[in-house]
């Protein structure tokens, strides 16, 4: 069965770092292309950062220069570093895949206090 999960979220302060993870079931490959998004109250989820197949990176503005999107294969894993943490980052992130079916990790909350 095609499962996302991730982990990795928590409580920091503003300035701290985190590393998310997205661990995916063998019937995805993270190599074919993934996306982070987060979804704070009352707000639409966005997309946060993507990794394509070629290893292409992109980023929303609010996170460039903070956040790191990457992948390991062998681990069928991707990750977001984020550093500089900053309260409007508080939010539920969720990996998505980018490629054939869509699916979505069940979120990790991330609350950073000022």
């Known amino acids: 069965q095609a499962q996302l999960v991730e982990s990795g979220g928590g409580l920091v302060q503003a300035g701290g770092s985190l590393r998310l993870s997205c661990a995916a079931s063998?019937?995805?490959?993270?190599?074919?292309?993934m996306g982070w998004y987060r979804q704070a109250p009352g707000k639409q989820r966005e997309l946060v950062a993507s990794?394509?197949?070629?290893?292409?990176?992109n980023y929303v503005d609010s996170v460039k220069g903070r956040f790191t999107i990457s992948r390991d294969n062998a681990k069928n894993t991707v990750y977001l570093q984020m550093n500089s943490l900053k309260p409007e980052d508080t939010a539920v992130y969720y990996c998505?895949?980018?490629?054939?079916?869509?699916?979505w990790g069940q979120g990790t909350q991330v609350t950073v206090s000022s």
């Open positions: 990794i394509g197949l070629d290893g292409t990176t």
């Open positions: 998505r895949t980018h490629y054939g079916l869509t699916w």
């Open positions: 063998r019937s995805i490959s993270v190599n074919n292309g």
